[in-house]
């Protein structure tokens, strides 16, 4: 079958699952069955695969079908422009995260600067890990309850060169780590209220850690624990970074300024909602 048929036939399928970047995401499976580049792809509609590529092909587009997400069909997903692998373990990285990494930036603008920091809840390291690509004088610790996203973490650091830099530690948030003092904590903690889960987006929902989800009642438990436990971990002035969900920012602002945070700043995501947040220390 030609690469223009077999994009044809994905395409449709796709849509009739309710898949509704289904003309992209055929074309990344294919690209990604064949190892060809997309430009290959477009400018050779009348190529011919071999049968073994295509069934290779169609068999990922009927597990995006299933409504798979992209990512766990490829086992790799573009976060800041590196490549992170990952699994149903772990959160995919997300556009939305990478305000997250444009607040830092904003706050630590010196990057030759040798910081240490740490990452509440690591999954994919992708946070962690684009820091430490950033910063290169830099050192980290992330923890995280799982065992399957610390080993996720461990090949991505390994895969990006970073991982004479990254100490990975088991952690249920700050109860495993002693004596530590650092610049700044980092963390995109499980936000969804506990009631939202169920509505979530089937890519979601049936393949994503509901560990890694569910932020309790109102979303807000783990900001709380967060609140609490941090300011023993940051140097005087040190600094907080977190990730929010949807009208979050209010809450968020409240429970860390009764914990002696100061709120500096925000940065919105792709849309405009207020995505990140940064408090600082007061000593």
Do not use: W
């Not at 991505?156 to 003092?181: G, P, T």
């Amino acid at each position: 079958m030609k690469i223009s048929d077999l994009l044809a036939q994905a395409k449709n399928q796709l849509e009739n699952s309710g898949v509704s970047s289904s003309k992209l995401d055929s074309l990344v499976l294919l690209t990604h069955a064949l190892s060809v580049s997309k430009e290959y792809v477009i400018f050779n509609p009348d190529f011919e695969p071999e049968q073994y590529l295509e069934e290779k092909f169609l068999a990922m587009i009927k597990r995006r079908a299933n409504r798979e997400p992209v990512s766990h069909i490829i086992g790799k997903r573009e976060f800041f422009g590196y490549d992170f692998l990952v699994t149903h373990d772990t959160l995919d990285p997300r556009p939305d995260s990478e305000s997250l990494i444009e607040l830092v930036l904003k706050k630590n603008q010196q990057k030759n600067d040798a910081l240490k920091f740490l990452e509440i809840g690591t999954g994919t390291g992708c946070l962690t890990i684009t820091l430490l690509l950033l910063y290169k004088n830099s050192s980290a610790i992330a923890v995280d309850i799982s065992d399957k996203a610390l080993q996720i973490c461990s090949k991505n650091s390994i895969k990006n060169q970073v991982d004479d830099r990254l100490q990975l530690i088991k952690s249920d948030l700050f109860s495993d780590l002693k004596n530590q003092k650092f610049d700044f904590i980092i963390s995109n903690p499980p936000y969804i209220p506990s009631k939202d889960i169920a509505g979530l987006q089937e890519e979601v929902r049936n393949f994503e850690p509901l560990l890694a989800l569910d932020g309790g009642e109102d979303g807000l438990d783990f900001y709380r624990a967060i609140a609490k436990s941090s300011n023993e971990f940051l140097i005087k002035n040190g600094r907080i970074f977190l990730e929010i969900g949807f009208d979050q920012k209010d809450d968020v602002v409240k429970i860390f300024t009764q914990e002696k945070f100061t709120f500096e700043d925000f940065q919105p995501d792709l849309a405009g909602i207020s995505r990140a947040l940064v408090f600082k220390k007061i000593d």
